[in-house]
């Protein structure tokens, strides 16, 4: 985005996202969560963007709410997408600004979003479905309900004996599709080295974020017997670096990185270090999914199942169907302004 525009007018609110059951991962609950929402307007044209927040580093609505009000008098003056990187670290309130940025930037340009970013023809995009923690009945259950899906992600908490009879269930119940596995940091070595050779056997193709954010040394000497993904332990570009040698894949995630412009930097020097890239989602509607659904077409795995979860989604929203999620830019990112 080039020098700042005329004057814009900032609306912040936070609304519930009201869910059809809670989901639980190691340590944390997910019930009926809030988000927040940016919209932008110079009169003419309406910028949106949603944000989830990260809430094991207490990046709350109500603290994304604060913050962007802090800012005000800064955002209304006509800040930019670059300005906003100084501005605010990285987290749910720049995540949420800098999707409203991208939007309103794309309308004043005549333009769509995917164009500004380079990309002239984004294409369908093999998701992940998600499966809760649970016992592993219902999560074989769960993969079995999930009838489309050709990529499946399960939640494991660190019980190592319970997750791998949860992994053995659902690859008994779903031999066909890709499956993957997310432990939020419910590892340690120990555990780590029993856990790994049933995931083998499973064939299991991605194990995720298995120890602590802080104790990534953990890994070293571990045998990749499969890949291994980094999520909480990377927020943003300053932490792509340290990933080389203890991790094979980057998981980013705008909420937590600060929006779609670092995103887009994330996985370019991902790949310059030999990394590949992953997008995910810390659950959302549709407008928090179309930003990152354009920095998915740079991604080996995808990750954006958000709107399942939800009882009710924007229309129009993102598309599931035979194991894919599509997403027009009449959802987010269109050349003309929408009534928002």
């Not at 912040?12 to 919209?39: C, H, S, W």
């Not at 499969?226 to 998981?251: C, H, K, M, T, Y």
């Amino acid at each position: 985005m080039g020098p700042a525009h005329s004057r814009i007018e900032l609306d912040v609110r936070n609304e519930p996202l009201r869910m059809k059951a809670p989901f639980r991962i190691t340590g944390y609950m997910f019930q009926d969560p809030l988000a927040t929402l940016v919209t932008l307007r110079d009169g003419a044209h309406v910028g949106r963007g949603e944000a989830s927040g990260v809430y094991y580093l207490q990046d709350t609505p109500a603290a994304m709410l604060a913050t962007l009000e802090s800012h005000r008098d800064a955002i209304e003056a006509g800040i930019d997408r670059q300005a906003l990187r100084t501005l605010l670290p990285p987290g749910g309130a720049r995540n949420a600004l800098d999707c409203a940025l991208w939007e309103l930037e794309s309308r004043r340009a005549g333009s769509t979003v995917w164009q500004l970013a380079g990309i002239n023809s984004p294409k369908p995009l093999l998701t992940t479905f998600t499966v809760g923690a649970d016992t592993p009945e219902v999560m074989a259950a769960g993969a079995r309900n999930y009838a489309q899906a050709r990529a499946i992600k399960l939640k494991l908490t660190g019980e190592v004996d319970l997750d791998i009879a949860r992994v053995r269930a659902v690859r008994a119940e779903r031999p066909d599709v890709w499956l993957g596995v997310d432990a939020n940091q419910g590892y340690v070595i120990d555990t780590l080295q029993r856990l790994l050779p049933a995931l083998v056997d499973a064939r299991v193709a991605l194990l995720e974020q298995p120890c602590a954010r802080g104790r990534e040394a953990e890994l070293d000497g571990i045998d990749h017997v499969i890949p291994i993904a980094a999520d909480e332990s990377v927020q943003g570009l300053d932490e792509v670096e340290a990933l080389v040698g203890r991790f094979d894949v980057v998981n980013i995630k705008l909420d937590k990185c600060g929006g779609l412009t670092e995103g887009l930097l994330i996985a370019e020097r991902a790949r310059a270090l030999g990394l590949k890239v992953m997008v995910g989602n810390m659950l959302g509607t549709s407008w928090a999914m179309a930003p990152a659904f354009v920095l998915g077409q740079q991604c080996d795995v995808v990750d954006l199942d958000g709107p399942l979860f939800l009882a009710s989604d924007h229309v129009p929203g993102v598309v599931y169907a035979d194991g894919m999620v599509s997403c027009d830019d009449a959802v987010w990112g269109s050349r003309t302004s929408a009534a928002a």
